[in-house]
């Protein structure tokens, strides 16, 4: 069955974000407070049960109440609730609004991208995921504030044309090809066969090895394209490699064994074609692009890091009775904190 990420509960909190005052009072249908978000029984119920979904699809058994395993499920589902509370918490502060509209624009999207701009469709996949338009919706808002979220905290990365250099040359192995040459083999077992083939071959013709090479070759790649293929060098075993790069074009050579793999029989093709090296400046783009990605990444775990450590010590998170999640997040930031710090 075809999975819908923005209409997956489990998607909507992947970035987590920290802030505001003191936990506000816990309501009876609070599972926990953040700040001044409330976090609903009703949110929890429904993440779990995505949760259950997501399990049934992958076949595995949902773990059942009052086990370790379950409690895990457990925590991590409080867990995501209270990272997806924090973060709009703090959104708030950052001056990051989401609209109605803003919803409604990528809903919209998602359903032409998804469904075909069929609301019948949409309307059935909500059914199959047990979900309502105003769950969608409010997951739709997170993920709107999540990416609001990165994009503020990272706006000023940037990366320098001397990260780039520096990437491209302690990297040589990406951007270089090594030596390539067209030949045709064949792979047998056994050195009376090899043998047997290498007297057909060399007083053969192209159909000769063709016939042979469909026949008898043990090579699944290349035996029905009469034997041939490119080979780089560096990249086949020793005694294909040599022969591949120092036999002379158009010479079948005598069998050659492998312990691995039998003997093969060889004949290059085609001059060897020299190795390349891409140009730095046709690849310093990507590479830019890359390294930014990767800094934006690291500039965001960073904020979440120390935002989440602030949030915890002041005391701004409050759990109803039985729904604390274990190992507390905020017990293992502090640990973690005073360990590495």
Not at 290 to 296: P, R, V
Request: some cysteine; charged content about 20%; aromatic content about 8%.
């Amino acid at each position: 069955m075809v999975r819908y990420p923005l209409l997956l509960l489990l998607a909507a909190a992947l970035l987590a974000g920290c802030g505001g005052s003191s936990a506000a009072k816990l309501q009876a249908s609070d599972v926990a407070t953040v700040g001044s978000v409330h976090v609903s029984k009703a949110a929890f119920d429904a993440l779990l049960a995505q949760a259950q979904r997501s399990f049934a699809q992958q076949n595995r058994a949902f773990p059942k109440q009052g086990t370790a395993a379950y409690e895990t499920v457990k925590g991590q589902a409080m867990t995501l609730l209270v990272q997806q509370a924090e973060r709009e918490e703090k959104a708030a502060s950052m001056g990051i609004t989401i609209s109605s509209s803003d919803v409604q624009k990528r809903l919209d999207q998602i359903k032409k991208q998804y469904f075909g701009g069929s609301e019948k469709r949409y309307q059935a996949q909500l059914k199959t995921q047990k979900l309502t338009d105003a769950q969608v919706r409010e997951d739709i808002r997170a993920q709107l504030i999540s990416e609001a979220v990165f994009n503020k905290v990272t706006t000023s990365v940037t990366v320098s044309d001397a990260a780039v250099h520096s990437y491209y040359a302690s990297h040589p192995q990406l951007y270089s090809q090594p030596q390539t040459r067209d030949v045709r083999h064949i792979l047998v077992k056994t050195k009376a066969l090899a043998e047997s083939l290498y007297a057909q071959l060399k007083a053969g013709n192209d159909q000769t090895w063709c016939t042979l090479a469909k026949k008898y070759s043990q090579d699944p790649s290349s035996k029905n394209n009469c034997g041939k293929l490119t080979v780089s060098k560096g990249q086949t075993v020793p005694e294909f490699d040599t022969v591949a790069f120092t036999g002379a074009t158009k010479v079948v050579h005598a069998p050659v064994h492998n312990a691995q793999y039998g003997w093969f029989v060889i004949e290059p093709l085609s001059v060897v074609k020299a190795s390349s090296t891409t140009p730095e400046k046709q690849v310093s783009t990507s590479i830019k692009q890359q390294l930014l990605q990767t800094a934006k990444n690291q500039a965001m775990t960073d904020w979440v890091a120390g935002l989440t450590k602030s949030f915890c010590s002041g005391s701004k998170i409050r759990y109803q009775v039985g729904y604390a999640p274990s190992p507390d997040p905020c017990t293992v930031t502090t640990t973690n904190a005073t360990t590495t710090g």
